[in-house]
């Protein structure tokens, strides 16, 4: 079990919720963290080192960005050609997830799933001509999940933000 002080849920806290967008995010979060910036990211190492922290990534909001059509493509692929065929749907650039999940059968066969953005249905699908062209997946069985609603996006919560700002305050 690891112990985590008043200091890494602070860090944990301001960094869950996003980082902020600045040209030194981690120097911003010291600063209303109260430390030092190079204290920051020695605490995010170690509480990745210590699985506390297992990734970090980007949660983009294609909808501001203007992509409206979002389509989730689940591939029916031979589990000996899944490693090759997700590094081949990697290397598009529209492309922004690609991942293998176990089938559920019977109801569900698909075991690569990779998702497709683009402004419009018409982009989507001409771009999932290409892919299917360039790396040879004519013939996998394929659906094309369209997205119909919006969910809320945003990573993980580990740490309640009042819990941090109880820690620091020293209150209850």
Excluded at 30 to 41: F, H, K, T, Y
Excluded at 44 to 56: A, H, S, T
Excluded at 129 to 153: I, T
Aim: charged share 25%; net charge positive; hydrophobic share 40%.
């Amino acid at each position: 079990m690891i112990r985590l002080d008043e200091k890494d849920r602070r860090v944990i806290a301001a960094i869950q919720s996003g980082l902020p967008l600045v040209s030194r995010p981690y120097a911003l979060i010291a600063e209303r963290a109260g430390m030092e910036e190079g204290d920051v990211l020695k605490r995010i190492q170690w509480l990745q080192k210590q699985g506390v922290i297992k990734r970090m990534g980007v949660v983009v909001r294609h909808h501001e960005l203007g992509y409206r059509a979002n389509a989730m493509v689940v591939w029916d692929v031979p589990d000996d050609q899944v490693a090759e065929l997700g590094h081949c749907f990697s290397q598009f650039e529209f492309i922004t997830l690609c991942y293998q999940r176990p089938r559920r059968l019977p109801q569900w066969r698909y075991n690569l799933f990779c998702m497709i953005h683009g402004k419009d249905r018409q982009t989507v699908m001409e771009n999932l001509d290409h892919l299917v062209e360039c790396c040879g997946v004519q013939a996998l069985p394929r659906d094309v999940l369209f997205s119909c609603r919006r969910f809320k996006q945003r990573g993980a919560l580990y740490v309640h933000q009042g819990d941090a700002e109880r820690q620091q305050t020293g209150g209850c």
